[in-house]
């Protein structure tokens, strides 16, 4: 709207008469200055079109610059919540461990309170115990430290026994299962 405003205003000024001399070049000079306004105005309208088009990309850059850096830290948020869980399992291993060794049936009610509550908070967060007893072994969510034999009428690459409790949260293991497997 302003472009126009400004063309319009050059082809006044260039319609305008000169008062000063009758010369006859005149004209001519003013016709020349109009059309060098008039190369000018396209040269600035044609830069301010090419900066409102450099204005767009980098305005379109920092959007996703800015996307880009909160998707990172929500990662990161998320990996370092998983980090501190994964230092969490050694508690409940412990605590298992504690359960199945104590004779005290009030101790063993204490400690098993505690237990329900880890294994709540786990839940809480989204964490499931990983237990391929009976499963064809899988190097996805399980590590064997361990082959025995197998018995009579069971296959081979089974999993026979699960040493170490594995967890994961959603397709990520965060500790993978420590299982002793049939040969």
Avoid: H
Wanted: aromatic share 6%.
């Amino acid at each position: 709207m302003e472009n126009e405003e400004l063309q319009e205003e050059i082809k006044t000024e260039a319609a305008e008469p000169v008062c000063e001399n009758k010369d006859e070049s005149k004209p001519e000079k003013k016709k020349s200055a109009a059309k060098k306004a008039q190369e000018e105005l396209a040269k600035a309208l044609e830069e301010a079109e090419e900066n409102k088009r450099k204005w767009y990309a980098v305005t379109a850059e920092y959007e996703n610059y800015r996307r880009r850096t909160q998707n990172q830290a929500a990662q990161r948020y998320n990996e370092g919540r998983n980090d501190v869980l994964a230092s969490l399992f050694p508690i409940g291993d412990n605590l298992e461990r504690a359960l199945s060794s104590i004779a005290d049936e009030n101790t063993k009610q204490g400690v098993d309170m505690v237990l329900k509550a880890y294994k709540k908070v786990l839940e809480g967060e989204g964490v499931e115990e990983i237990n391929p007893v009976g499963e064809p072994f899988n190097a996805d969510i399980a590590e064997a430290i361990m082959a025995m034999p197998a018995e009579e009428g069971e296959e081979s690459g089974i999993v026979k026994q699960v040493y170490v409790k594995g967890y994961k949260k959603g397709d990520k293991v965060l500790r993978y299962a420590q299982v002793i497997v049939t040969q």
